[in-house]
């Protein structure tokens, strides 16, 4: 039975209970229990990719999914963390995803994870700059207004539904594992000792492909809850740009939607969600120079840490349930080329995608004048972060170093409207990657990390 809709507002725990007498936690020791949901996700033939950067979609390789799980725990509003397959999901689209799934699940919108796994075949949604571009009577277009809406009813939908269906979570389960092959920093030295920046997701220069890996996460963290003697579900992180080619309008999940695939085929009824670790530095570079092939082998070796990830997990002893949503603020990159007059000029620019970055960036200029979040939930032996747009992966390093004894999953790609978020050293080392899809400056680092530390350490920050 379809369920009634929420008012999230209104509806405490115990008018949700009513609502859903399924919602009885019984006398399990964590109290706590799960709802999965997942819905496909593809768009329109001729939608833009990357925010009209590269060739709209043109044909389809494999279904691009939206794959989230509602966790309800005793006494408190429901929690809803979502994986999405597209490229960035930002300003007001990331707020109506955000209320779309609060209103479905009865919670209230800070309570809602949603995270890009950033493949670049995929939508940018940012509602605010397409607005913008439409009123300016611009050519470019970031996306398709009405497709996103109907995507965001229709997860919205599959969420409200799994609320209806919640299993009884009897453990909690933690793993990392180390990842073989997969993932290297953008910056590294050529034979003349000079840095450069330039290690992108394909790489065909040998010299960088043979170059240092450079600073990476080499571990793949995973929380995994387990119900009837079986693991329902599993969160899986891991940071690096997660493309092994893009650009020719060919939909697809990439290496990671394949090797979530193949570890959904090889464990039958497991609800299998990736998320892409604070990557905005590190790419498959090293390890791929294009070849056709490499898709399925950048996939396997991922699927064999998801896999080893599973085997390792132990159960977390004594574990909590608490969620904190930290405010902080970013500033925006307000010089010269960025400014407003700079941007609203940019707008009739010769190349559609010039006008593209520019209504991003118009959109980003008012997002940033409220404070964004970062969330947390956390089971004490482990927990799960959600960074911002494409922030750089010492940020994921950091998080984990102030919890070493804690398995600590810091995915990015969450608000999206930042792009890049790069440290101080990036800054002063003159990243060429920050050329254009950064919208934030300078100063950026000691917020995020702020951010971060209270977060993991503050039990009392609510």
């Known amino acids: 039975m379809e369920s009634p809709s929420f008012n999230r507002r209104e509806m405490g725990y115990a008018a949700l209970a009513l609502a859903y007498p399924n919602l009885s936690l019984g006398t399990e020791p964590l109290l706590l229990r799960v709802g999965q949901f997942q819905a496909e996700i593809n768009p329109p033939v001729g939608h833009p990719c990357m925010g009209g950067g590269i060739r709209p979609v043109a044909t389809y390789l494999d279904p691009l999914f939206a794959k989230g799980i509602v966790l309800v725990s005793k006494g408190q509003p429901p929690v809803v963390i979502v994986s999405v397959d597209w490229c960035e999901i930002r300003h007001t689209a990331h707020d109506a995803w955000r209320t779309a799934l609060a209103d ?10 949603v995270s890009s796994v950033h493949q670049h075949d995929a939508p940018v949604a940012d509602l605010r700059a397409e607005e913008i571009l439409q009123k300016a009577g611009s050519k470019g277009s970031v996306c398709n207004v009405a497709f996103h809406e109907e995507v965001v009813t229709r997860v919205a939908k599959a969420a409200r539904v799994a609320l209806g269906d919640l299993k009884s979570v009897e453990s909690i389960c933690a793993s990392r594992v180390p990842v073989q092959d997969v993932s290297s920093n953008r910056r590294t030295l050529d034979s003349k000792g000079r840095i450069r920046f330039d290690r992108g997701s394909t790489t065909r220069d040998g010299e960088l492909r043979q170059g240092e890996t450079g600073v990476i996460d080499p571990e793949m963290a995973m929380i995994s809850l387990k119900g009837s003697g079986k693991t329902m579900t599993a969160l899986f992180c ?4 997660p493309m092994s080619q893009y650009g020719q309008g060919a939909v697809s999940a990439d290496f990671p939607g394949l090797a979530r695939r193949m570890v959904e085929q090889t464990h039958p009824g497991l609800h299998t969600i990736y998320l892409s670790g604070c990557s905005g530095n590190v790419t498959a570079g090293k390890y791929n120079d294009g070849a056709p092939g490499n898709r399925m082998l950048l996939a396997g070796r991922l699927s064999d ?5 599973l085997a390792a997990a132990k159960p977390l002893k004594n574990p909590g349930f608490r969620f904190a949503s930290v405010p902080f603020q970013l500033p925006y990159r307000n010089s010269l080329g960025f400014d407003t007059a700079s941007l609203k000029a940019k707008l009739h620019a010769p190349r559609s995608f010039d006008q593209c970055l520019a209504a991003m960036g118009l959109s980003c200029q008012e997002r940033l004048k ?23 992966v010492e940020y994921q390093l950091y998080a984990k170093s ?5 398995v600590v999953l810091c995915a990015g790609y969450g608000e999206s409207v930042t792009g890049y978020v790069p440290t101080e050293k990036a800054w002063e080392e003159k990243d060429s990657n920050l050329g254009d899809w950064c919208w934030v400056a300078s100063g950026s680092e000691n917020a995020l990390r702020v951010a971060l530390k209270t977060a993991l ?5 609510k």
């Open 370 to 392: 409220r404070p964004l979040d970062l969330p947390i939930l956390d089971f004490g032996g482990a927990a799960l972060l959600l960074a911002p747009g494409e922030s750089y």
């Open 402 to 406: 102030l919890r070493p004894e804690a």
């Open 238 to 241: 891991y940071a690096t740009h």
């Open 305 to 309: 840490a998801m896999t080893k990830a």
């Open 104 to 113: 479905a699940t009865g919670t209230t919108p800070d309570r809602v994870l």
């Open 457 to 461: 350490l503050n039990p009392a920050q």
